[in-house]
């Protein structure tokens, strides 16, 4: 058995894994950012104790835990998102409290590793999963080994400029991916929209309120026609396929799996990616990468993390 610890910004999820890659057990606590460093992991040494506790006769031989930041190649936390985790030897930590062998990564590497050996893309050995939420992250997987560059942040293609002189990203470039794809963009885009066109039905979905937009909101209205919510969930796919494209044309890997919340769009998203992806992509004959929509929801750190 093994435990894979997802450590988010809102919370702490760890699962007990069998050799099946299913997940037998799990709990979640909150994280308190406002903690510090040392709350966080006596909250994540608490809650792996727990689960140890509530599976006595399970021998746990590894624990994994995946990051939202960047873990360097000797698994050093150099700095998280939103965490205040900054250059802690969170592996050392977590050993000495446990007295067996312990793997740190990022959270998209992991999450991407457990898409492909238990998820949407288990039938393939060369996978690049792009999580749309806050941001745009990415991992990358080639031969069912996590690829993390020369210094362990490659796949950070959140951060690739799309839009010249666009957007300030708070990386300290202008113009990223991230500004335009993520849920967060749409959110925006769908607000600027609804305030510029108040006919729209966005405003009905919402109830009256730009508080109430979420990432489903322009998708809504685009199932009732609404012309601007086309419009907004339109050119939303058409940013969202520049770097999905660039993707393809740069690994060309076997697959190419979508995740985070907008994944819960499922056919509709493939069916508006695909098209573009087919007409724009360098490589047009022959095998081509299939892009697929994430299976394992919020377990694939878990599982992931499990396996590093």
């Keep these: 058995m093994r435990i894979g610890i997802d450590l988010g910004g809102m919370s702490i999820k760890a699962g007990l894994v069998d050799e099946n890659l299913e997940i037998i057990y799990k709990e979640t606590a909150p994280t308190d950012v406002d903690s510090g460093a040392e709350g966080i992991m006596h909250d994540m040494i608490a809650l792996i104790h727990s689960v140890m506790e509530k599976h006595p006769d399970c021998q746990v031989d590894g624990i994994g835990i995946g990051v939202p930041g960047y873990v360097d ?38 999450a991407a590793l457990g898409e492909v050996l238990a998820g949407a893309a288990k039938q393939y050995q060369d996978a690049v999963m792009i999580t749309v939420g806050t941001g745009v992250g990415c991992g990358i997987v080639l031969n069912n080994q996590v690829y993390r560059g020369c210094n362990g942040a490659a796949g950070e293609i959140g951060h690739k400029v799309i839009v010249a002189d666009g957007i300030p990203c708070n990386c300290g470039r202008r113009g990223c991916y991230e500004k335009y794809a993520s849920t967060t963009a749409l959110i925006e885009a769908t607000k600027e929209a609804m305030q510029k066109y108040p006919e729209t039905i966005m405003w009905k979905i919402c109830g009256g309120s730009l508080e109430n937009v979420n990432g489903k909101t322009a998708f809504d209205a685009w199932r009732e026609k609404d ?36 994944s819960k769009e499922g056919d509709t998203l493939l069916n508006m990616i695909n098209p573009q992806l087919k007409r724009e992509r360098y490589s047009k004959d022959g095998v081509q990468t299939e892009i697929l929509i994430a299976e394992l929801g919020n377990d694939a750190g878990i599982i992931g993390a499990s396996q590093l």
């Design 73 to 110: 190649k000797q698994q050093m936390v150099k700095n998280c998102n939103n965490i205040p985790l900054e250059n802690i030897d969170l592996r050392g930590k977590m050993s000495a409290e446990f007295g067996i062998p312990v793997s740190v990564d990022n959270d998209a590497n992991v």
């Design 227 to 262: 012309k601007v919510g086309t419009a907004v969930v339109e050119k939303f796919i058409s940013y969202l396929v520049i770097g999905i494209i660039d993707v393809v044309n740069v690994l060309q890997p076997e697959a190419i799996i979508i995740g985070g919340g907008i």
